[in-house]
Nanobody, 116 residues
Framework: QVQLVESGGGLVQPGGSLRLSCAAS????????MRWYRQAPGKERELVAQ????????IAVDSVKGRFTISRDNAKSTVYLQMNSLKPEDTAVYYC?????????WGQGTQVTVSS
């Protein structure tokens, strides 16, 4: 059974940090490109960051460059999103996904709220 389980979300004050984790099972994690998306209330889901199966990563949103870092641990079948200097506009549900060829798996999402 394929599963992607996100964790690490929560309420944090502006300027704080969170590390999201996404634990994968049921597929060969090391072959998959992994992504973090987010969806804020009333907005479309947007790609935040991607890490390829080779380990090369990109940050897709200009507003988080220099603050967010994506990484993966193939031995643990887990992808991470380190989020620093958080801002209220980072508030969203964060989703991870795994993609290979025409197959995409999704997690259920984890809420991140940045507020004082």
């Amino acid at each position: 059974q394929v599963q992607l389980v996100e964790s690490g979300g929560g309420l944090v004050q502006p300027g704080g940090s969170l590390r999201l984790s996404c634990a994968a099972s049921g597929f060969t994690f090391s072959l998959y490109h992994m992504r973090w998306y987010r969806q804020a209330p009333g907005k479309e889901r947007e790609l935040v960051a991607q890490i390829f199966n080779t380990g090369t990563s990109i940050i897709a949103v200009d507003s988080v460059k220099g603050r967010f870092t994506i990484s993966r641990d193939n031995a643990k079948s887990t992808v991470y999103l380190q989020m620093n200097s958080l801002k209220p506009e980072d508030t969203a549900v964060y989703y991870c996904s795994g993609n290979r060829l025409s197959t995409t798996h999704w997690g259920q999402g984890t809420q991140v709220t940045v507020s004082s």
